[in-house]
């Protein structure tokens, strides 16, 4: 059975890392390699990832943020698949599974991803749907057999949860570390997937819990002016046309940008890991 890599960042917020990791414990059979990358926690958290066997830990002083920590964690992965799992997500049975299933179904898809409540509304699920806690499971078994298989290709992923194959990192290369601390890194990411000939998939029958801003919140860091400055980066970077303000608030369609870049330029378009080359030639 492949290895997964699972690489998730902690920054505080102790008791929704420890919430998440039961979970991921509970209801995962699949080999996995925990790769934890801790932007300054002072709560405990760092004694309870010392405390768990295997688990490789990469400790930054300050805040690097969520792209930089993420490629600090991936540089360290060994595994077939890279996993990146938010500290604030809480898992169902079967969904690593059928993350499997669905980035197996077609060879042209790069990355797949969940659905889940609190997120972007490509892959959120209705409200009138949101489980209560104590109801997780039996929701994610009732709609694993209701839409077995069942997905569409997608303009974007939130990186809430991503499953991708390692190759993807030769392929486009890591997270752009412009986008710091956080939010519209993983766009960037999807968006550069795309451009280099792969696609994206929301597989529908798996869901998993997204208490979503939970760093911010633990951190009491301030969620919307973090996203308005990475809105900014965003819209300099890909000439979207849109406001920082506009973007933010009414969205944009990635597939606008996606459509202007035809071939994958690695000068361009490739984001090196710290001690990735950039490769030579056209990915299409």
Not at 70 to 77: C, F, I, K, V
Not at 197 to 211: N, P, T
Request: glycine share 8%; net charge negative.
């Amino acid at each position: 059975m492949p290895l997964t890599s699972v690489v998730m960042l902690t920054r505080n917020g102790l008791d929704m890392t420890r919430r998440c990791v039961e979970s991921v414990l509970s209801h995962t059979t699949e080999p996995l390699e925990w790769i934890v990358v801790d932007n300054g926690s002072t709560d405990g958290t760092l004694e309870y990832w010392r405390s768990m066997a295997g688990v490789k830990l990469i400790l930054n002083e300050e805040n690097k943020g969520f792209a930089a920590g993420t490629n600090q964690g991936m540089l360290e992965a060994t595994g077939d698949y890279i996993l990146l799992l938010n500290n604030d997500t809480v898992v169902t049975p079967n969904w690593l599974s059928g993350l499997y299933a669905a980035l197996l179904r077609d060879s042209n898809i790069g990355i797949v991803g969940p659905v889940s409540n609190n997120v972007a509304p490509i892959q959120r699920i209705p409200v009138t749907e949101w489980p209560a806690s104590e109801n997780l499971n039996a929701y994610a078994l009732q709609r694993q057999q209701d839409l077995a298989g069942s997905g569409f290709y997608s303009h974007k992923l939130i990186g809430f949860c991503m499953l991708f194959h390692r190759s993807l990192l030769d392929r486009i290369g890591g997270f752009d570390e412009r986008f710091f601390p956080g939010n519209y890194e993983d766009d960037d990411f999807s968006i550069r997937t795309r451009i280099s000939g792969k696609r994206l998939w929301v597989a529908q029958d798996i869901f998993i819990h997204h208490e979503g801003q939970g760093t911010f919140t633990s951190n009491r860091m301030d969620y919307k002016r973090s996203s308005l400055a990475s809105a900014e980066k965003f819209r300099a970077k890909w000439s979207t046309g849109l406001s920082a303000c506009e973007m933010d608030c009414r969205g944009y369609n990635p597939s606008d940008i996606v459509d202007r870049e035809p071939f994958f330029i690695p000068e361009k378009h490739f984001i090196p890991l710290k001690s990735s080359p950039v490769p030579s030639g056209s990915h299409q």
